[in-house]
């Protein structure tokens, strides 16, 4: 396929717009997948998205198009997620194509990722095809929506496609607009081979599987490769395309987009962003790999069982793969034993890779209290950057202590600017200003410690804004806080993955909700288990966890113990997911309590 | 098929009640009278088929439970209990026990009883108070249980063990105690403790969820056990199982084989049976337990009998868990180290260190040169071992 004839885009929006759906129709129009195999959502392709019904990997898929001007074509199609938290794979996504169609929900209008995925396109010098989706609905508002767009864009109204995606109208318009107006890739194809890897995954027979786009060169079956960053050389077992599985082909050729499958065993080999030439006559020049992405929230990931370490060492590389935004490296913790400290994008983020980490690799996980990463100066002047609260230095030593503090925006109905605003009161936010979207849609902006980001911030704006807001942030500096330790003592000994990092003046309410919720988290032992939240050598708040006195099961008839053995072995899986501490077992959400400290 | 040798205890289920107390979650159903006569003919028919499969088998013990047991006529058990002798070697002396519900004990009644050969009944007393026999929805009052036991007494019974329940909403230290008291002064010889469970689809589950009864509390219910122990204790009972106290010579020997985890064949509706190397139990509701024992045809050998629905062949590992569970119960006698050694073939602190060390250092189990068993703290918190044991 000459690169005339080849189109590379990618599917944008904000959460829920409706990507994956526009995928569907395009996958059927283009009979890439047949009616009988089709069902919604077929790229999300995890069962995680499937049950969660987001996407959370983009997914590249090859389609034929015969055109109306009667000429075939490949389309390259990479959904992505909608998210804030996986922002990192729009964007690699974007570098491996030429356009993007940017996707708007004809009744929600434009959202704060609509806003921060167009600005990625932008960066990359993409074409950009806005859609107006959803038209079907009965709130559908696309004259509106489009006029936004255009006030935004700067582009005409007239040139934004009406679709329903569910309802399969208007799908053939965006496909003949992408003939049209984004460009066919422009690579030389007698320049040595240039590969750019944008994704990756571990397979246990074909070893590490690059995903890859070519910009010049061609690729084939027999060649034997190197990768420029790690210079590590390898013939592949298998090159190919994914349309939608993976299928294997014999080239591929400037301007596509595919896998290669590199037959590495171990992961260091293969980055996500490095640039795959041939070994002999190969280019010396890497593309312009990615930036690595910096991670926002840190948390202690522990084996439930101390056993399993190499378990998860090994499971978190292969995930790693699978997940470029994801960094770790090992910690201990006095009493969790041996672990990781791993970075994520945001708690969204944490929970995915948790639940991948359990599923995927069967393992069983505790995580620890989230925590952003803090500045820490030294009375002799020396700065520290921590990422856990265990970290900190001794309070004699420390001179102050820097926090992250981010920009945010939150779009939003009118309506619901003074609930949201109580909100950021609470959580120590400075308003900024408030930004008009139309007559009844604005952007309000507010600077705002990262910590109270993390924490429970976009549950609340949920809750305040009935659903309808949607939040941005970027990182905007350090400040300087009034920060605290707040230790945790569990039987009178602190437990460092308890520990916190509070504002001085949340210190006391914080642990004393966070001492009543533990003493009902932490199953009674067979003794008393004094629980207590501590500022340096001030205790703030303590509690008993009673001991358990009685735990035995009621009279088990006519010396039925199968049913009695059972209920036993139910009791013990439950068990299991808790990690003892000296002699006390806690449980996973005792290390979560303080995300819903102000439940009520 | 192998068969286990020596004495066998023989379970038979009679799962009809008068009225179902609101706790109960037994195999047990009321108003199912016009079946009575049915089921004692399919009865009769599985006995006669696990005797068939096993000629001169011993048996040492025979345990009618339920249910209801008490709510047979004489007429009926003499059918079940003839079938029993004619097709089983009935050691002599044998403990030949009853489950009864008070207000079915007259005297005609236990002369009968007596006659046909029962000289053990376990009664039902439950509570001394009224307002609580009435929550449980018990049919009988208290006046019902101390005319029952003298009654039985006259028949000739010179073995009553009387059960209660502790730990239920709005049962104080108080009220537990006068049971108790009034439990004692009618001199039963053995006396079974049972901590209410609330158990699911009963009604006292439903009243509880909604919030109409408080919860149990395991405190209370703990400090219950505790009182229970030394007021048994002062009127000279001794506990030999965590919810069972005896005078000496009179502990349950039907129950003891269970808690040995020896052979016991299970029949009638619900029942569960160990035997042969096989744990089963059969189909629970009577009137599908009739229908199989009436159509089946073809020859079966027990431990399969028509009214089989699971069957499960316990291999050594499986026998060493469940002889530890059972045994463990048992408070005095525990764990005999020796027996277990000759029926393993290992010791069962050395198949288990870790977890015994642990125990022991916990205080949970005492450890002695010839026995392994409960501490008194741990027989409260035996779910503790038990868990990590299966
Ligand atoms: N009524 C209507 N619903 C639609 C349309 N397109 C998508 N939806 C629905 O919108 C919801 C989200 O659709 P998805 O395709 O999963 O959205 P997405 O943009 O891929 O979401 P993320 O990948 O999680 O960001 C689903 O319930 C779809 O059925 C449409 O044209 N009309
Ligand atoms: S008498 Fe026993 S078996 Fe019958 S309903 Fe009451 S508790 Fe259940
Ligand atoms: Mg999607």
């Known amino acids: 396929m000459s690169q005339e004839h080849i189109r590379n885009f990618s599917i944008i929006a904000h959460i829920d717009h409706g990507k994956s759906t526009l995928a569907d129709r395009m996958l059927q129009l283009t009979q890439t997948v047949s009616d009988r195999e089709m069902h919604a959502q077929l790229l999300d392709s995890m069962d995680l998205e499937r049950e969660r019904g987001v996407t959370i990997k983009a997914s590249a898929v090859r389609m034929k198009y015969l055109a109306k001007d009667g000429q075939l074509y490949v389309l390259n199609l990479i959904d992505t997620p909608g998210h804030v938290d996986f922002s990192y794979e729009v964007s690699r996504a974007l570098q491996a194509c030429e356009g993007a169609i940017l996707v708007v929900d004809a009744s929600q209008?434009?959202?704060?990722?609509?806003?921060?995925?167009?600005?990625?396109?932008?960066?990359?010098?993409?074409?950009?095809?806005p859609v107006i989706n959803k038209i079907d609905l009965p709130a559908a508002r696309p004259k509106d929506i489009a006029k936004e767009l255009e006030d935004l864009l700067g582009v005409s109204a007239d040139g934004m496609i009406p679709i329903s995606a569910k309802q399969g109208t208007g799908i053939q318009d965006v496909l003949e607009a992408i003939i049209k107006q984004v460009p066919p890739p422009k690579g030389d194809a007698n320049a040595p081979l240039r590969a750019l890897v944008f994704d990756s995954h571990y397979d246990s027979y074909k070893g590490v599987i690059a995903y890859v786009r070519v910009f010049e060169g061609r690729l084939q079956k027999r060649d034997i490769l190197r990768l420029i960053a790690t210079d590590a050389k390898f013939e592949p077992v298998e090159i190919g395309v994914f349309s939608p599985d993976m299928r294997a082909v014999n080239t591929l050729e400037v301007g596509e987009v595919g896998y290669i499958a590199t037959g590495f065993k171990t992961v260091r080999e293969c980055r996500v962003g490095d640039t795959i030439t041939l070994a002999t006559n190969g280019a010396s020049e890497p593309l312009p790999g990615y930036k690595q992405v910096k991670s926002m929230v840190f948390a202690g990931f522990y084996p439930t069982n101390n056993d399993d370490y190499p378990d998860l060492r090994d499971a978190l590389e292969k995930l790693q793969l699978n997940d470029a935004s994801l960094i770790y490296e090992p910690e201990t913790s006095q009493a969790l034993n041996f672990g990781f400290r791993v970075g994520f994008l945001g708690l969204f983020h944490m929970e995915i890779v948790q639940e991948r980490l359990e599923r995927e690799y069967d393992l069983d996980i505790l995580a620890t209290a989230p925590s952003v990463e803090y500045q820490v100066v030294k009375t002799n002047g020396e700065l520290v950057t921590i990422d856990s609260p265990a970290q900190l230095p001794d309070e004699s030593v420390i001179s102050e202590i820097r926090e992250p503090w981010m920009k945010i925006q939150i779009y939003t109905p009118q309506e619901f600017i003074g609930p949201i605003m109580d909100l950021a009161i609470k959580k120590h936010a400075e308003y900024e200003t408030t930004e008009y979207l139309d007559t009844q849609r604005v952007i309000l902006h507010y600077r705002i410690p990262l910590s109270e980001v993390i924490v429970d911030f976009f549950d609340r704006l949920k809750s305040a804004s009935k659903g309808y807001a949607s939040l941005d942030y970027q990182f905007d500096g350090y400040r300087t806080g009034d920060l605290v330790k707040l230790d945790i003592l569990v039987n009178n000994e602190p437990v460092d993955a308890l520990a916190i990092i509070v504002h001085r003046d949340d210190a006391y309410h914080k642990g004393q909700k966070l001492i009543s919720k533990l003493k009902d988290l932490i199953p009674r032992q067979q003794f008393v288990v004094p629980i207590q939240a501590a500022t340096g050598k001030r205790v703030i708040s303590?509690?008993?966890?009673?001991?358990?006195?009685?735990?035995?099961?009621?009279?088990?008839?006519?010396?039925?113990?199968?049913?009695?053995?059972?209920?036993?072995?139910?009791?013990?899986?439950?068990k299991k997911r808790m990690k003892m501490i000296g002699s006390v077992e806690v449980p996973q959400e005792a290390f979560m309590a303080l995300l819903s400290l102000d439940d009520d | 098929m192998t068969f286990i040798q020596g004495f066998q205890s023989l379970y038979l289920h009679i799962p009809f009640c008068k009225t179902k107390c609101t706790y109960c979650a037994f195999n047990a159903y009321a108003n199912m009278d016009t079946l009575v006569n049915d089921f004692v003919d399919a009865l009769v028919r599985e006995v006669e088929i696990v005797g068939r499969s096993r000629p001169g088998q011993q048996l040492h013990t025979i345990y009618f439970g339920g249910g209801t047991p008490s709510l047979l006529s004489p007429g009926q058990f003499e059918r079940l209990l003839s079938t029993i002798h004619a097709l089983f070697n009935v050691k002599s002396g044998s403990e030949i026990s009853l489950e009864a519900n008070p207000n079915d004990l007259d005297a005609?009644?236990?002369?009968?009883?007596?006659?046909?050969?029962f000289n053990r009944l376990s009664i039902g007393m439950q509570s001394a108070h009224q307002n609580e026999l009435r929550l449980f929805a018990r049919r009988h009052d208290n006046d019902a249980v101390a005319r029952a036991v003298s009654a039985a007494r006259r028949a000739g019974f010179a073995n009553l063990n009387l059960d209660l329940i502790y730990g239920f909403p709005h049962q104080t230290m108080t009220t537990w105690k006068a049971s108790l008291v009034q439990m004692m002064a009618l001199q039963p010889d053995h006396v079974s403790l049972y901590a209410l469970g609330v158990e699911e689809g009963t009604p006292l589950e439903r009243w509880i969820a909604r919030g109409e009864l408080p919860e149990p509390d395991d405190d209370l219910a703990a400090d219950m056990y505790d009182l229970a122990t030394d007021i048994l204790g002062q009127g000279g009972f001794e506990q030999y199982e965590i919810s069972n106290w005896a005078k000496p010579g009179y502990e349950c020997r039907h129950n003891l084989q269970y808690w040995r985890n020896l052979p016991y064949p299970g029949v009638g509706p619900g029942a569960h049976g160990w035997a042969g190397g096989v744990r089963y139990s059969t189909i629970l509701a009577p009137q599908k337990y009739i229908q199989a024992l009436k159509s089946s045809v073809g020859d079966y050998v027990y431990p399969r009998t028509p009214a089989t629905v699971e069957a499960l062949e316990v291999d050594r590992p499986g026998e060493i868990v469940d002889t530890l569970l059972m045994g463990l119960r048992l408070t005095r006698e525990g764990i005999q180290r020796a027996a277990f050694r000759e029926r393993f073939g290992e010791d069962v602190v050395t198949l288990y260190p870790a977890l015994m060390n642990r125990f022991s250092a916990q205080g949970l189990l005492r450890i002695d040169a010839d026995t392994v068993r409960l501490t008194t703290e741990g027989r409260l918190l035996s779910n503790m071992i038990f868990r990590e044991l299966v």
């Open chain 1, 109 to 129: 209008g434009v959202e704060a990722q609509t806003l921060a995925n167009l600005y990625l396109a932008l960066e990359q010098d993409l074409e950009l095809l």
């Open chain 1, 542 to 574: 303590r509690a008993n966890v009673k001991a358990l006195r009685k735990d035995v099961l009621a009279k088990c008839y006519g010396g039925d113990i199968t049913r009695k053995k059972k209920l036993l072995e139910k009791q013990k899986k439950g």
């Open chain 2, 108 to 117: 005609p009644y236990l002369t009968a009883l007596r006659q046909l050969g």
